[in-house]
């Protein structure tokens, strides 16, 4: 399923990785018993914090999928948009589980999760100021120093925003990547989402990031509410999630693809089902230019 393109030379030296699921828990017994052969997917996705200050039998299978395809730490803690002091023992817990897993990459959401050393367990939307865009390159140069490696970012899905915003969110995330030299993880669902909820145009925000710093795409879907769409990562992938992931891999040249599911998990077979749903996507995209 690989599909590197040596025209294209990797993002921040990082490699295509191909096409992946997230490493969840209803599915530990079937990796467990099956051949890495027959898994289905090049490469697992995990949730950084699933496997931190834990042991026994989640971290045995973590072991196993590590020894047999690559796999990329993604956080929902570091909170890099916040203005309280970056948490180096959290930190130093990643670095911990990166030396055992060796991860292709590292990322985490362009967020804040909390204040006051009280976590609210959400990724809340940034405000999009000259201030704010100075104080997060700075926080992301400190977390490549500490991990030793380039930090990709993430574009979260939102409901609210800032007043006084002083750019829309895909100059923030481009000139955040130039300046502190980090890389970006596009969520096209994220966008849809945000896109539908804020009444932006999505394909524009996706056309005007920098194609260079895109190293890893996630693919998802969301409910509609009616009146918003919620990032729930519970359904098949949305018709125009899809086109939107087209655009993204002729922009691109080919990145990594990752299928989010995180509730109402359906069984390993249909998440590879889905997941190959991807290859038809790209094949029907323009080629890149």
Same mark, same amino acid.
Request: aromatic share 8%; with cysteine.
């Given at each position: 399923? @690989?599909?590197?393109?040596?025209?294209?030379?990797?993002?921040?030296?990082?490699?295509?990785?191909?096409?992946?699921?997230?490493?969840?828990?209803?599915?530990?017994?079937?990796?467990?018993?099956?051949?890495?052969?027959?898994?289905?997917? =090049?490469?697992?996705?995990?949730?950084?914090?699933?496997?931190?200050?834990?042991?026994?039998?989640?971290?045995?299978?973590?072991?196993?999928?590590?020894?047999?395809?690559?796999?990329?730490?993604?956080?929902?803690?570091?909170?890099?948009?916040?203005?309280?002091?970056?948490?180096?023992?959290?930190?130093?817990?990643?670095? !911990?589980?990166?030396?055992?897993?060796?991860?292709?990459?590292?990322?985490?959401?362009?967020?804040?999760?909390?204040?006051?050393?009280?976590?609210?367990?959400?990724? %809340?939307?940034?405000?999009?100021?000259?201030?704010?865009?100075?104080?997060?390159?700075?926080?992301?140069?400190?977390?490549?120093?500490?991990?030793?490696?380039?930090?990709?970012?993430?574009?979260?899905?939102?409901?609210?925003?800032?007043?006084?915003?002083?750019?829309?969110?895909?100059?923030? %995330?481009?000139?955040? &990547?130039? !300046? !502190?030299?980090?890389?970006?993880?596009? =969520?096209?669902?994220?966008?849809?989402?945000?896109?539908?909820?804020?009444?932006?145009?999505?394909? @524009?925000?996706?056309?005007?990031?920098?194609?260079?710093?895109?190293?890893?795409?996630?693919?998802?879907?969301?409910?509609?509410?009616?009146?918003?769409? %919620?990032?729930?990562?519970?359904?098949?992938?949305?018709?125009?999630?899809?086109?939107?992931?087209?655009?993204?891999?002729?922009?691109?040249?080919?990145?990594?693809?990752?299928?989010?599911?995180? &509730?109402?998990?359906?069984?390993?077979?249909?998440?590879? &089902?889905?997941?190959?749903? &991807?290859?038809?996507?790209?094949?029907?995209?323009?080629?890149?230019?």
């Amino acid at each position: 399923m @690989a599909r590197s393109d040596p025209s294209c030379p990797p993002r921040l030296g990082l490699p295509d990785l191909g096409d992946g699921v997230g490493l969840r828990e209803p599915h530990f017994a079937h990796l467990m018993g099956t051949d890495p052969a027959a898994w289905g997917v =090049d490469w697992f996705e995990i949730v950084s914090e699933n496997f931190l200050d834990h042991g026994g039998y989640a971290l045995h299978v973590l072991d196993r999928v590590a020894a047999h395809r690559p796999v990329v730490m993604h956080g929902v803690s570091l909170s890099i948009g916040s203005a309280e002091p970056l948490d180096m023992l959290y930190l130093d817990k990643l670095a !911990a589980l990166a030396a055992r897993v060796k991860p292709a990459w590292i990322s985490d959401h362009l967020c804040w999760t909390g204040i006051a050393g009280r976590n609210s367990h959400d990724l %809340l939307p940034m405000p999009l100021t000259e201030a704010s865009l100075a104080h997060v390159t700075g926080r992301v140069k400190a977390v490549q120093d500490r991990l030793g490696r380039p930090l990709i970012l993430e574009n979260p899905s939102t409901y609210l925003q800032f007043a006084g915003a002083q750019m829309p969110e895909w100059d923030y %995330l481009g000139r955040l &990547a130039e !300046a !502190a030299d980090c890389g970006l993880l596009l =969520d096209v669902n994220n966008v849809h989402v945000s896109a539908f909820n804020h009444g932006f145009d999505a394909a @524009a925000y996706i056309e005007a990031l920098p194609a260079e710093r895109i190293v890893q795409i996630h693919l998802a879907g969301p409910r509609d509410c009616g009146t918003h769409l %919620l990032d729930t990562h519970d359904s098949p992938v949305l018709a125009p999630v899809w086109a939107l992931y087209r655009q993204a891999q002729a922009l691109t040249g080919g990145v990594s693809t990752l299928l989010e599911w995180d &509730a109402d998990i359906p069984p390993y077979e249909a998440l590879l &089902a889905e997941l190959a749903k &991807a290859q038809a996507w790209r094949e029907a995209a323009p080629a890149y230019a």
